[in-house]
């Protein structure tokens, strides 16, 4: 679905209508006016100029299209071929743990078992690795099934409680009282958008602050908030702080570990459902960061 | 008599330990490195079950895929899918070239691996 945005020819052809029709006009103008002898020889000029206009547009569109998609699909193989020796490695060593190369005593038995389980894990974070660099270059299609926000909501807000009881900070979820009917999601990347707020959230917010987060349904659809006591963003700020890498000024003092690329890919899952995404802060007041998913592929 | 399994799989680390796990098992092997070898080996062992890896040097594992399915020589025997790539229009494209089954390579024990040829093999008696 979205595959066909890396590598389709963009239209610039727009560019060049504008010139010639000024062109074609002024032409005319000659013609009327200075004669025939006038009007051949701006003919012949400005057919060079548009030459020379399709000429110079067709080497801008293909060459950024081409090697920004080539950049992709090798990002992409070369990750997908991190994981081909991973699994032979992870099927040897389960071989190994069944027996099939002989009996092993416990002790050989314990460390395998570990070795399997990391060599696992490595897979499952090879695998999130590219639907990062997917979600990133907005090259991936959204597996909908039908989700329900609350509990997604609710599973992110009980992985983060020992974090939460940590700082100290005071946590509230609000539901609404009737229990919401679930919508078409990709319900992976929604648990990312909702982890990377909540994460958010408590990282920028210092110890006994406090975070409130909503969940409600309004006309335009279901909306989910999540206000912190936290640092704020800064006025300046503010209007770059979707963009791939960006990190806050404030943030980055705060030398807490951040990647900056969070927000960017969170935008580009709202965005990709048709939802919209939004803020609002004060320096060292606090965020709160909103976003509405629309409801019009309703599940009852 | 014991059922011939035929492993098209270019990764000789891999092809070799689920060679190993069939062999336990009770069937008899034949394995092929790329595509022309593997459509080579089909015409010459006759197999039973073909293990097929998608991403194969030279031919890819769609293309071999659809010429086994195009003759009928050999479009009778079951191709099960073995492929590290996993997305959804892969196993679509695989099931809809004809394959009887999909696996996920990082995805399955060894043990899954056998259940599912051995379950391919009785549905197509």
Redesign the interface.
Known sequence: MKKENCCSKKKGWAFIIGPLVVLILIELWFFANLGQTAAYILAILASAIIFFLIGALLIKTDVPEKSECTKIESTSLTI?QL??????I???L??LL?G?YGKINEEQKDILKKTYEKSDLL?RLIDDLLDTVKINEGVY?L?LTPTSVEDIVQSVADFYQEEIKKKNIKFEFQKPSEALSKIMLDEKKIKLVVQNLFDNAIRYTPVGGSIKSYLRLTKKGLEFQIQDSGIGIPKDQQDKLFTRFFRARNAIKTEIEGSGLGLSITKNIIKAHNGEIWFESKENKGSTFYFNLPISNKIK | MPKTILIIED?E??RD??D??LI?EGFDVAKAVDGEEGIKKIKEEKPDLILLDL?LPNIDGFEVLERIKKDPATASIPVIILS??GQ??EVEKGLEFGAADFLI??QF???EIIEKVKNVLAKNR
């Open positions: 997908h994981k081909a020796p991973l699994s032979g992870k099927l040897s389960e071989m069944s099939d897979i299609n597996n | 990764d680390f891999f330990l689920v190993k796990k336990s991403l590290n790539l959804k229009e390579k990082a024990t060894s043990d």
